[in-house]
Nanobody, 124 residues
Framework: QVQLVESGGGLVQAGGSLRLSCTAS????????MGWFRQAPGKEREFVAR????????NYGDSVKGRFTISRDNAKNTVYLQMNSLKPEDTAVYYC?????????????????WGQGTQVTVSS
């Protein structure tokens, strides 16, 4: 079973950058595609980005394309989300998850387990 722990969240001004990390325990980390999702207060959880297990394929949500970059280092059991040009509307709790079931890249139901989340707050 993979366990996930996110870090790197915080408070940043609009236009700034943050890099989130998600470190996995368990030997099978490299077998799975990994995704980042976010959830703002009062809103549904939203797909942000996904990276295939070999890091050859990446997918992004429309609202973050061109600003966010997902990457992974299987040797370190870690997936990253580099967030640039942050906007106040990017404020949310960010979660990483392993895609352990078949489904589209944005299919929340195909991701399990999930990390506990890390708060990102972008001030205007």
């Amino acid at each position: 079973q993979v366990q996930l722990v996110e870090s790197g969240g915080g408070l940043v001004q609009a236009g700034g950058s943050l890099r989130l990390s998600c470190t996995a325990s368990g030997r099978t980390f490299s077998r799975y595609a990994m995704g980042w999702f976010r959830q703002a207060p009062g809103k549904e959880r939203e797909f942000v980005a996904r990276i295939s297990w070999r890091a050859g394929i990446t997918n992004y949500g429309d609202s973050v394309k061109g600003r966010f970059t997902i990457s992974r280092d299987n040797a370190k059991n870690t997936v990253y989300l580099q967030m640039n040009s942050l906007k106040p509307e990017d404020t949310a709790v960010y979660y990483c998850a392993a895609q352990t079931s078949s489904g589209t890249y944005y299919d929340i139901g195909s991701y399990d387990p999930w990390g506990q989340g890390t708060q990102v707050t972008v001030s205007s």
